[in-house]
């Protein structure tokens, strides 16, 4: 195991992996090993530092992803399988990393009619499109961007279930892997639903950002990378 000079661990990093190992191998041997498996060593280094290296946190919430990943069958993921969804346009991976150096996932809100196809499509998608930016990820960069295009957004594609499950994903099987939600050109209709769902997100509703177009394209990218829908 490597451990990266730009996590602040303690000493004992290394013997609590080795016994989240040990114990998983003991008590969840039904559990996969390999890459996301149960003796994943930076897997288990990532989830020890989200639980602040309690072991017994670390391997509850560990066990839970591993299990979760077997059961979503996140593996089998591939562009075939999500084509339905993503050819609606509501959710797709920009072809390029904003200025901190973050890949980043735009949604267009207005594309999402809840019940237009079966929710674990969109589902599907979502986590697809997660595993596919964090494959983008630069040497020493750790987290996403989501950015959420609410140009156009109306009542209808208001869909509370299918937005907790993004935000329990990402607390529950992707932790500290969102490092910011942009809200751009949310119309006044969309403040309710924000009202609804901000409770439901926990701490994560500090990652949100409400911004204009302008905003976003100065701040987040340069005239070469800003979203070809906002230039």
Not at 95 to 116: N, Q
Not at 135 to 143: A, D, F, T, V
Not at 187 to 203: C, N, Q, R, V
């Amino acid at each position: 195991l490597r451990i990266r000079s730009c996590y602040s661990l303690p000493e004992n990093a290394q013997k609590l992996v080795a016994d989240v190992k040990e114990k998983l191998e003991k008590d969840e041997s039904s559990l996969p090993v390999g890459k996301y498996g149960r003796d994943d060593e930076e897997m288990i280094l990532w989830f020890l530092k989200d639980r602040r290296f309690s072991v017994e946190e670390a391997i509850t919430k560990l066990t839970k992803a591993i299990r979760w990943r077997r059961e979503f069958r996140v593996a089998d993921l591939t562009e075939e399988s999500v084509q339905m969804a993503a050819e609606t346009g509501k959710a797709y991976l920009h072809d390029f990393l904003d200025v901190h150096g973050r890949p980043v996932m735009i949604v267009e809100a207005s594309k999402h009619i809840p019940g237009e196809i079966e929710a674990h499509e969109d589902e599907k998608l979502c986590v697809f499109l997660i595993e596919k930016a964090l494959r983008k990820l630069p040497p020493g960069k750790h987290e996403i961007v989501v950015l959420i295009d609410l140009r156009g957004f109306k009542t209808q594609n208001a869909d509370l279930k299918f937005t907790t499950f993004v935000f329990e994903a990402f607390y529950c099987y992707y932790p500290r892997r969102l490092g910011e939600v942009l809200f751009v050109d949310a119309p006044f209709i969309f403040k309710p639903f924000w009202s609804l769902i901000k409770p439901l997100t926990g701490s994560y509703a500090s990652l949100a950002k409400f911004c204009s177009s302008k905003e976003m394209a100065e701040n987040y990218f340069t005239t070469e990378t800003v979203p070809q829908s906002f230039r």
